[in-house]
Nanobody
Framework: VQLQASGGGLVQAGGSLRLSCIAS????????RGWFRQAPGKEREFVADINLDGTTTDYANSVKGRFTISRDNGKNTVYLQMDSLKPEDTAVYYC???????????????WGRGTLVTVSS
């Protein structure tokens, strides 16, 4: 499974962006999907994940109430809607696919190359 993330860019604080991550194979609907991010000089961290049919989601406390993860299995795509963006959300955002829900990066077998989100103050 190959993953390709898109939708990053430069936005002012308080603004919104929607990231997309398309998978190369229809079998991606059999995978848990997640988003992670890595800010400059920091470790990569969990952002959100979603189960196979989109009925269960989880978020990092830092984004809860501002970000929404969703998926469209017909399009092999997962989305991350990011609202009320803050400068501290600046990072490279990575999408991932795996077999188990959770924030542990070891749960994910496939990773996209990342898309840069920059939030200016």
């Amino acid at each position: 499974v190959q993953l390709q993330a898109s939708g990053g860019g430069l936005v002012q604080a308080g603004g919104s962006l929607r990231l997309s991550c398309i998978a190369s194979a229809w079998t991606s609907r059999s995978y848990i999907r997640g988003w992670f991010r890595q800010a400059p000089g920091k470790e990569r961290e969990f952002v959100a994940d979603i189960n196979l049919d989109g009925t269960t989601t989880d978020y990092a406390n830092s984004v809860k109430g501002r970000f929404t993860i969703s998926r469209d299995n017909g399009k092999n795509t997962v989305y991350l809607q990011m609202d009320s963006l803050k400068p501290e959300d600046t990072a490279v955002y990575y999408c991932a696919a795996g077999r188990y829900l959770g924030s542990d990066q070891q749960n994910y077998d496939y990773w996209g190359r990342g898309t840069l989100v920059t939030v200016s103050s």
